[in-house]
């Protein structure tokens, strides 16, 4: 077995690696990564290497072939060029993704990577009023990866006081959807106070402006409301999402379901549900760092009581294969499409909603085709 198909959690790797004892095994650039924002040109396409927990890494290879030959590691968080995605040149019957990124130093599978079009934003000079006029306002992550700054230490979230324990600085990634509630100047630069408002213990954390895009309200703004006869349809066996009115199919997308041994067994559960709750974003913990922790997650539509959800997912670009936890995961424009287009609709101010009744609530069909 090749050392880059190994799975470690986050412990296990910070262990074996002999980070606990001060010990340097990382590369540099994991340690400084950039905040990308500044050292890419506003507008370039990018690659993030996304899979794995921290210190994860994974090979480049010469052609788009699992079986070619291996250029370097490239480790989790590392940023590069995205030239363009084709298809394997060699068929792997192992994978149902065939798909490769070009970068400019060979190859890259696909689903270890998340696509980030880079987008530097022009900080506010002021926060816009919530509806209890205080400043605050929904933002996007826009730039590959960008550090933060914890107001208060230790942090309360696994995902900021794990990683910082050992001497590292934790990150935020494209997509990611936080809640700004203030502003200052920072060395020459505006930085907006970020916090998540559902589903979080109360960390706040400074970001770079340029890398956060406010998000209007017309962005959150419902799709066809006065539409009743909604419905969405979730093939486990396909892996894909399909969204109806009456009987006309008027979206479609890959997703990526749970059940896998990776994901413990965790399993999207089947049958018919009703939407019982929709957040602009939220935080979604299970066990933290033998589980997961993952903050500003876009776009969240609760259709089960145990928490399944159909989610913006950032951390993973597997789409079309199991790899969740019993959510449904979905690319992160198809979860924005999904939330808007479903009932109930959900004020911007406080981008929160729970349903009493769910007599208009939209159902969520979930079956093995």
């Known amino acids: 077995m090749k050392m880059n198909q190994l799975k470690f959690n986050r412990r296990d790797f910070l262990k074996l690696s002999g980070l606990a004892a001060g010990a340097l095994m990382l590369p540099a650039n994991w340690v400084s990564q950039q905040t990308a924002s500044t050292f890419y040109p506003d507008g370039m396409l990018l690659g993030r290497m996304a899979d794995g927990d921290v210190g994860a890494f994974r090979d480049i290879y010469s052609e788009p072939n699992i079986a070619a030959p291996t250029v370097r590691r490239i480790y989790r968080d590392e940023v590069f ?11 792997d019957l192992n994978n149902y993704n065939q798909r490769w990124v070009q970068m400019p130093e060979g190859y890259i599978y696909s689903p270890w990577v998340q696509k980030v079009k880079n987008k530097l934003n022009q900080p506010l000079s002021a926060l816009p009023l919530d509806e209890k006029g205080s400043p605050g306002m929904w933002v996007e992550i826009t730039v590959p990866v960008a550090e933060i ?14 990683v910082m324990q050992y001497g590292y600085t934790p990150k935020v990634y ?3 959807v936080y809640w700004a ?3 200052r100047q920072q060395d020459g630069r505006t930085e907006y106070l970020l916090t998540e408002r559902y589903g979080a213990l109360p960390d706040t954390f400074w970001v770079d402006a340029a890398a956060c895009r406010p998000i209007s309200p017309g962005e959150t703004s419902p799709i066809h409301p006065d539409v009743g006869d909604k419905v969405i349809r979730v093939d486990l066996n396909f892996q894909t999402l399909s969204c109806f009115e009456g009987k006309r199919e008027v ?12 994901t413990k067994g965790w399993a999207t559960p089947e049958g018919t549900h009703t939407i019982w709750r929709k957040m602009v974003s939220t935080h979604m913990s299970a066990g933290g760092l033998v589980g997961f922790d993952s903050p500003g997650i876009g776009y969240t539509t609760l ?3 145990n928490g399944a959800a159909i989610h913006s997912a950032y951390w993973h670009n597997y789409f079309g294969t199991p ?8 690319r992160h424009e198809d979860a924005k499409w999904i939330w808007r287009w479903t009932n109930p609709s959900v004020a911007y101010y406080p981008g929160d909603l729970t349903v009493s ?4 609530s939209t159902q969520v069909i979930v079956y093995s085709s």
């Not at 060029?81 to 068929?91: D, G, M, N, P, V």
């Not at 009744?357 to 208009?360: D, E, F, K, L, V």
């Open 81 to 91: 060029e995205y030239k363009k995605e084709l298809i394997a040149s060699s068929f």
């Open 149 to 162: 700054k914890p107001t208060r230490l230790p942090a309360g979230a696994f995902w900021i006081k794990d």
């Open 174 to 176: 494209a997509n990611a």
């Open 181 to 183: 509630m203030d502003l």
């Open 251 to 262: 979206y479609f997308c890959e997703i990526s379901s749970g059940g896998r041994s990776e």
């Open 303 to 305: 259709f089960d009581s």
């Open 323 to 330: 790899k969740s936890h019993g959510c449904v995961n979905a």
């Open 357 to 360: 009744g769910g007599a208009n």
